[in-house]
């Protein structure tokens, strides 16, 4: 191995626990508490090191959720490749990413709340969301129904699961309702 190639490997790794660290700092204590100074010290390199792989806290969630979406669309993707039959596969969808959503807020919020930078929509969409979208319309295209765009169906069907995680998460639905939710929207929305 080349000093290179060692040098590019070493700077991946460190930007690799830079992420990591931002993640479970999030996750802990909030978005808040992720400051590149506390990052520095738990990382323990000096804040222009850190600097050198981003230029501030702005691109560090951006590489959360990028990270985030890459680990979403692997769920999402394994859950519906385990039903059986497009209504399955779809409820599979909605309960993975309403799991997701649960159980990794400080990412969610990274992908969906914050300003990480990133483009949504557009040309220059980075891959992970591109594959995470891709992941929802997988299974929800084939329930679009006749006369619908598989791509707007897609939208409209994640913007619901993106209202029912927030709302979830902010107390303001009960949660012993979770199911019957999940239920009503594959039972409204998706022709299957």
Do not use: C
């Amino acid at each position: 191995m080349s000093v290179q190639e060692r040098k590019q490997r070493e700077r991946a790794e460190r930007e690799r626990l830079i992420v990591a660290t931002a993640r479970e700092l999030a996750e802990q204590q909030g978005w808040d508490a992720v400051t590149t100074r506390r990052l520095a010290e738990r990382i323990e390199y000096s804040q222009p090191v850190l600097y050198s792989h981003f230029r501030g806290k702005r691109e560090i969630i951006g590489a959360v959720a990028l990270e985030g979406a890459t680990e979403m669309a692997a769920a999402i993707r394994a859950a519906t490749a385990a039903a059986d039959g497009p209504r399955a596969r779809v409820t599979a969808l909605a309960r993975t990413y309403l799991d997701f959503a649960a159980h990794n807020p400080a990412v969610y919020d990274a992908l969906f709340q914050l300003d990480g930078g990133l483009a949504f929509a557009h040309e220059d969409t980075p891959e992970p969301l591109k594959d995470a979208f891709a992941a929802l319309l997988e299974s929800l295209g084939e329930v679009a129904g006749d006369g619908v765009h598989p791509g707007v169906f897609t939208e409209t069907f994640w913007a619901a699961l993106h209202g029912l995680a927030t709302l979830t998460r902010a107390g303001r639905l009960p949660p012993e309702y979770a199911g019957q939710r999940v239920e009503l929207l594959v039972d409204r929305l998706a022709v299957v």
